[in-house]
């Protein structure tokens, strides 16, 4: 029942009235090969765009060149900058998910389940296990209004068509839980600050009504948090037993794809597990191989997910609008194996050396764990269906604002200033190097290195 409205119609804008360009980021240009003008490209207008993507489509490159024909549609990228909500049916539902048997979450939660209920006549969903709280219970009060409330348990009931708005009460677990709970098609999510770090929350509760009533009204900033869609392909064997296949040439094998596609809002985690030789694993990027993993293991991270887990693994930190997938090794027995960064889309496959020691495990957003062996995989993509976070400001403010409060990013005491009193200028030209080093020349103690500062 959301959408994305482009505010202010930024971009590449084209001079032929055929071409048509979706605004939705997860839908594909509608305009066809076919459609394609067959103009010199100094008759399209163009303005510079504010996108932190660059000026996307522009088919042509100079006066011959152009992108080669494809039969397939073009994957439109908008302005970060103008991603901002809008309703093409006023929500009913709302889903809030709140940390679990914590105290200092119970009264926000009372509080804007019994204002949503009661003021905007909303259908509240909650999870079954907050019903079985003792505050819940113990509180007379409240037990009329939860009566009132729909529950859900997580994985029994699918909730893609019955949610239309999503409130988060605690730390960024509670987003993490919130997007495992949707596989495919996310609602709008609105996260308050009530955990421990809260990186990912960037609502304060003191206002909550007039925040919520104007994202309700279809006027907010969003955040689009791409995610990793993960499969893992367990090997099977037919015949004799796996420890015999190297014996008998008629064993037959092949993988077993798991049917569920795990979301990864953070990162996917291969690591060692609890054996104490190295992780060996195999790295391939569109089934090709790419390097082979020797230390304790490997991050596959959304840009979300590089303030977490890679960034303590000594990796960048990536806004969540670059779009993109980032590797990050986990204490490499090669000190040249730094992380890096590949472009959003690409398939990653990570497999068990077939000469590793050991077998590794594989966790997704800190969840799901299990193990896989020689033969096991695990394919790594881009999924189209992010998780449109809404924010507080903007998509800029918020991030560098997550990145001063929670991590304390660059906070050092400011360097001196020089004196106002000194009116000493100090150049190549003003020192006299004549002398060339004669100790019984004067001495200026002012004097100093060129390049160094006398201030500290």
């Known amino acids: 029942m959301a959408s994305i409205v ?50 996307s489509p522009n088919c042509y490159f100079g006066p011959k060149g152009r992108i080669m024909k494809n039969s397939a549609n073009t994957l439109t990228i908008q302005d970060p900058g103008s991603q901002r909500l809008t309703w093409y049916n006023v929500p009913k539902t709302t889903l809030i998910i709140k940390k679990i048997f914590d105290d200092t979450v119970w009264q926000p939660f009372k509080d804007i ?22 505050n819940v219970i113990n509180d007379n009060e409240f037990r009329a209004l939860a009566n009132q409330l729909s ?50 929350t960037p609502h304060q509760f003191t206002m909550f009504r007039e925040q919520i009533t104007q994202v309700l009204e279809g006027n907010a900033a969003l955040t689009l948090r791409s995610r990793l869609k993960c499969v893992v392909h367990k090997l099977a064997i037919d015949g004799p037993d796996m420890f015999e296949r190297e014996k008998s040439p008629e064993t037959h094998h092949h993988h077993h794809t798991s049917k569920k596609h795990i979301m990864v809002l953070n990162e996917v985690v291969v690591d060692r597990g609890p054996c104490p030789y190295l992780c060996n694993v195999d790295l391939y990027m569109d089934g090709r191989h790419v390097t082979s993993v020797q230390g304790d293991g490997l991050i596959i991270s959304t840009p979300t997910g590089s303030t977490a887990y890679a960034a303590a693994a000594g990796a960048s930190m990536i806004h969540p609008n670059v779009p993109a997938i980032l590797i990050c090794p986990i204490c490499p027995h090669s000190l040249s194996f730094r992380p890096i960064v590949v472009p959003a889309g690409v398939e990653v496959k ?22 896989i062996t020689s033969g096991d995989c695990v394919r790594i993509t881009t999924s189209i269906y992010p998780v449109p976070s809404i ?17 304390h990013w660059n906070v050092r005491r400011q360097q001196n200033s020089f ?19 004669d100790s019984d020349s004067p001495t200026d ?12």
């Not at 677990?173 to 770090?197: D, R």
């Open 6 to 55: 482009d505010s202010d119609n930024d971009g590449v804008e084209f001079a032929t009235p055929t071409t048509s360009v979706n605004s939705s980021p997860n839908h594909k240009c509608s305009l066809r090969d076919d459609e394609i003008p067959n103009v010199h490209p100094s008759k399209f207008r163009q303005r510079r765009s504010r996108s932190l993507y660059g000026a």
């Open 113 to 134: 389940a019994t204002w949503l209920v009661k003021e905007k006549n909303m259908t509240v969903y909650v999870e079954e296990k907050v019903m079985e709280e003792p």
């Open 151 to 200: 529950t859900f348990q997580e994985g029994k009931e699918d909730l893609t068509d019955k949610i239309d708005f999503i409130i988060c009460l605690g730390g960024d677990g509670t987003l993490l839980y919130a997007s495992s709970l949707f596989q495919q098609s996310v609602p709008p999510v609105m996260a308050f600050h009530l955990g421990s770090l809260g990186f990912l």
């Open 350 to 371: 990570i497999m068990v050396n077939p000469d590793a020691r050991n077998s590794a495990w594989v966790s997704f957003d800190g969840r799901n764990r299990q193990e």
């Open 391 to 407: 924010c507080s400001q903007d998509q800029i403010r918020d991030w560098f604002d997550s990145l001063a409060e929670c991590l």
């Open 419 to 437: 004196s106002r009193t000194s009116t000493s200028t100090y150049s190549l030209e003003s020192l006299d190097l004549s002398n060339n080093g």
């Open 445 to 456: 103690s002012n004097t100093f290195s060129p390049g160094f500062s006398t201030s500290r």
